[in-house]
């Protein structure tokens, strides 16, 4: 199987800080990679130099195989990699279809009138491919939903463009125990549509929950690739705090 992501030797340097060093990386199709580490262990990084925000400054990215340049999120967006950050970006004072087709809109002809039919019908099947089912009505504004309901917004956005991989940043961030429930169940359908993932969080309950395999950031380099079906939580815990160095790729896995 290729992997819908590869990341070979990246480095990401801010003047005389190394933020990254030498990190390798891959995600597989329908597969759920989470990506743990303490504070300043170059997560966000790593998100940015994937999604565009901030290109490396030395290795490869690979995209199904081939050698890309991801310097812009445009670029990203055209490679199938979508990202949702913690804070959503979302538009609090527009509709659940405006958030989703904000800059995208679908239009009856190029430059005509826009088709609020046919971006309403492809909201609704977005989420229901999901299975958003706690959002009664896509045009309610934003701001009225709930933190779970945001989080299904945001992840169906991503998939308007058709990704192959979607970053998913502290999704669980700040949520209830049943909002927490109904997002990692979003994720799961996302894996379930063959879609590649990566999570952050520093949910460890929620992390082996939905992961297939964990990749430990200690000091902007990889300490660990484990699968999670074989590792346990006080052994991500130490990998994270440098209790345990396994920095191979494959321990575990």
Known sequence: MTPVLELEAVGVTYGAVRALSGVNLSVN???VLALVGD????????????????????????????????DSPRRAAELGIATVFQDLALCDDLDVVNNLFLGREIRRKPWGNLDHAAMERRTWELLGSLNATT???????????????RQSVAIARALVGNPQLVLLDEPTAALGVAQTAEVLDLVRRLRDHGIGIILISHNMADVMAVSDRIHVLRLGQSNGVFATAQVTTGEIVAAITGATTRAQEGVGA
């Not at 790593?46 to 199904?64: C, F, H, N, Q, Y």
């Not at 959002?135 to 309901?149: E, F, N, P, T, Y």
């Open 29 to 31: 199709p329908g597969e």
């Open 135 to 149: 959002i009664k009505s896509v045009r309610a504004k934003v701001a009225r939903l709930s933190g779970g309901q």
């Open 39 to 70: 504070n300043g262990a170059g997560k966000s990084t790593l998100v940015k130099a994937i999604s565009g925000a901030r290109p490396p400054d030395e290795g490869t990215i690979r995209v199904a195989g081939e050698p890309v340049v991801v």
